[in-house]
């Protein structure tokens, strides 16, 4: 325990002996948990994407919690600094505070300023996070903060905090980039009517839903066929039609050329043609392009070669009711013949909740449901729990930063 240690916790946060290893929820006390599971509740209302869903409660040293924040995405403040810079914005005087969070704090960020140091300079004591961050093992901010006489504890709520960002874990270990899904269908499963007319399938709140998640994206992908067939422009736009905000890489897949007047080629020339037909190939130009939150928007090849390859961490269906009877179904073949086989996917009440009213519409929002593998203790985004006197280091190593 370090000397600047956990004076007049015992209201809620309780010291454990220096050097005490910790282990699963028992080694933290009923506050400790309480604070955790508000991190955890908070960090589901961030966006799932680019970077973790991450959660983080700033509690006092009478046990009250002063702020709890959570992350909204790439570019945007850290969970650890929203919920110091709510606390400050309060008045309170974080000296001698803990801090509990979902995942550990980084130690270098690129686009925001590094956590560790924040809790440092906040006069914060006392850490506990859930798990191990993947991301630049050399430099882990946990490191950091027991250098400045922080006394840091991990592993509490360690399996809720891997099952909430479980994809994305999946997805830095296998250094491509985090897919969600985009179907805007018919209540019978059409994206097309039978002369290939499909705008426009959704509400215009549906459509405006769309475009609020093309400015936070990537980049976004489509098939040839859809180039060729509906000439989409794939900008993420206003109420007005206009291009607005950041702009995602466009991305088309498949063997044919783009035609040089395409529409998607825009004023910018944001294009990428993708000569494949192999989505983990695609997945590994992107993930070279600099691409970490990608959305698949069709056709059906497009969308059932990315699900029958098990690559799509996240669906978002927009159901319209409409009945078209004929046209183009969403999906193709997945390679599935019998029930044994299906894919299995669950509610994913994070980021907005698993189902919301837009307009006429549903927009559902769904991610593979947890497997076997995903319980596995020795998989890629197991990570251990660590006590004050020992550092660890879990997860793979990416060139994106933090969470
Ligand atoms: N409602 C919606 O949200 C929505 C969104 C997008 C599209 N759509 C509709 O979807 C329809 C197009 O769907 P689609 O299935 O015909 O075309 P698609 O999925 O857009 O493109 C299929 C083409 O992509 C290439 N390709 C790349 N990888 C492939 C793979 N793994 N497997 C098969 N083909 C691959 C092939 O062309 P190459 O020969 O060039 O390799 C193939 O012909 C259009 O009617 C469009 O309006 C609807």
Redesign the pocket.
Known sequence: MSALNTAGLSAGFSAAPSGTAQSGTAAFNAAENAAMQAALAAAAQGPRGANPLVGAVVVGTDGTHLATGYHRGAGTAHAEADAIGQAKAAGRDLRGAAIVVTLEPCNHCGRTGPCAQAIIDAGITDVIYAVDDPHDPAAGGAVTLRAAGVRVRSGLAAEAALDLNRRWFDAVAAKRPFVTL????TLDSR??ASD?T?QW?SSPESLADNHALRGRIDAIL?????VL??NPRLTARNANGEAEGKQPLRAV????GIPDDAAIHGADGNVLHLA????REALDQLFAHGVRHLMV???????S?FLAAGLVDELIVYLAPTLLGSG?AAL?DLGITTLADAQRWEWDPASGGAVQVLGRDLRLHLRPAATADDADPAGPAATPTSSDTTPHRTGADTAAGGN
Do not use: F, N
């Open positions: 985009h179907i805007a269908q994206i097309a290939g499909s399938i489509v098939g040839t066929q859809t067939i509906d897949m498949g063997y044919r494949t037909r192999d989505p928007e069709g056709g059906s090849r497009i969308l070669a183009t193709d």
